[in-house]
């Protein structure tokens, strides 16, 4: 009994951590400029927190892939996709990732994180994330990412329409 107590305690606390990192960016998303969707970028400046290390003192591989999820709550606010979604009950899907690794991220290490949509086919986002410390890149990604609504993927075309159409018509 006392293992099971002391695993949900462990296994709550990062959990918590994120809440608070998804809420800071959040909040300071509101107060950023407005971006649009078509080829935008974006930054997040962070820190390597205890609960991001792994059993090496590094920054764990998985952790990269959540703090991109960060950067694109980041971007669904600046650009009114978020607005936009909720109003159209769409959610965002990752439906591919990469990760390159060329440094490892240490324990309180600043990191900067960018984000850009690099483009869009007929079903999908492409997005570019890199985190960057002193001007140099130290892990790169890739993802794709769609919008599904009403259990059918929603056309990027589509999506860009509804944004434009919200923005004119708040």
């Known amino acids: 009994f006392a293992i099971i107590i002391r695993r949900t305690a462990l296994q709550k606390e990062p959990l918590m951590n994120l809440i608070f990192r998804m809420l800071y960016v959040y909040l300071c998303s509101f107060f950023k400029p407005t971006l649009a969707i078509e080829k935008s970028k974006n930054a997040l400046h962070l820190l390597v927190l205890p609960n991001d290390i792994d059993i ?3 920054m764990n591989n ?13 971007m669904f606010i600046r650009t009114g996709l ?28 600043r990191y900067q994180v960018l984000m850009e949509i690099a483009g869009w086919d007929d079903r999908s986002f492409q997005m570019v994330h890199s985190f960057v410390v002193d001007g140099q890149v130290i892990a790169q990604g890739t993802s794709n990412g769609v919008i599904v609504g009403s259990h059918r993927v929603i056309p990027p075309v589509e999506v860009l329409q509804a944004i434009d159409l919200a923005r004119t018509n708040p």
């Open 82 to 109: 978020a607005k936009t979604m909720l109003k159209k009950k769409w959610i965002p899907v990752i439906s591919e990732h990469t990760m390159n690794y060329k440094r490892p991220l240490k324990l309180f290490q």
């Open 62 to 74: 998985g952790r990269y892939l959540t703090i991109c999820d960060l950067t694109r709550i980041d």
């Open 56 to 58: 090496n003192l590094h």
